[in-house]
C-alpha cells in the first residue's frame, strides 16, 4: 500500500510558477514510478508527467514540454512538478500518482498506476 499526499498548489497569475510535491508514505515505495495528472471541470483526467522509479526516464505531455519538470527524492519519498511559465488553460486539481514497475513507454497510461492522491487545486488567473 502506498499513500499519496499533495500539495503545493494555490492561486498564480499566468506565467507565474508553482512547485508541487508528493508525499508517499506506507510499506511499499521502492520500485514505484510516479506521475502526475490533472483534471479541469468537465474534462477527462489526463497525463501531464511520468518518472520511473530510478529517475532516469521521463514523459511529459506535449502541452507541458518544455514549461514543468518533474524530479523525486527516494530516500524523502517526495515527487515534485515544477511549472513554469503556467497558463490559464493548466488550471485543473492535480493529481499524483504511483505505479509499481511502470516502464518508461507506459508511464502515461492511466491505468497503469494503481495508487492516487486526493489532488490539490492549481488555479492559473489571466
Known amino acids: 500500500q502506498v499513500q499519496l499526499v499533495e500539495s503545493g498548489g494555490g492561486l498564480v497569475q499566468a506565467g507565474g510558477s508553482l512547485r508541487l510535491s508528493c508525499a508517499a508514505s506506507g510499506r511499499a515505495f521502492s520500485g514505484y514510478a510516479m506521475g502526475w495528472f490533472r483534471q479541469a471541470p468537465g474534462k477527462e483526467r489526463e497525463f501531464v508527467v511520468g518518472?520511473?522509479?530510478?529517475?532516469?526516464?521521463?514523459y511529459y505531455a506535449d502541452s507541458v514540454k518544455g514549461r514543468f519538470t518533474i524530479s523525486r527524492d527516494n530516500a524523502k519519498r517526495t515527487v515534485y512538478l515544477q511549472m513554469n511559465s503556467l497558463k490559464p488553460e493548466d488550471t485543473a486539481v492535480y493529481y499524483c500518482?504511483?505505479?509499481?514497475?511502470?516502464?518508461?513507454?507506459?508511464?502515461?497510461?492511466?491505468?497503469?498506476?494503481?495508487?492516487w492522491g486526493q489532488g490539490t487545486q492549481v488555479t492559473v488567473s489571466s
Open positions: 500518482a504511483a505505479g509499481f514497475a511502470i516502464v518508461a513507454s507506459k508511464l502515461a497510461q492511466k491505468e497503469m498506476y494503481a495508487y
Open positions: 518518472i520511473t522509479w530510478s529517475g532516469g526516464s521521463t
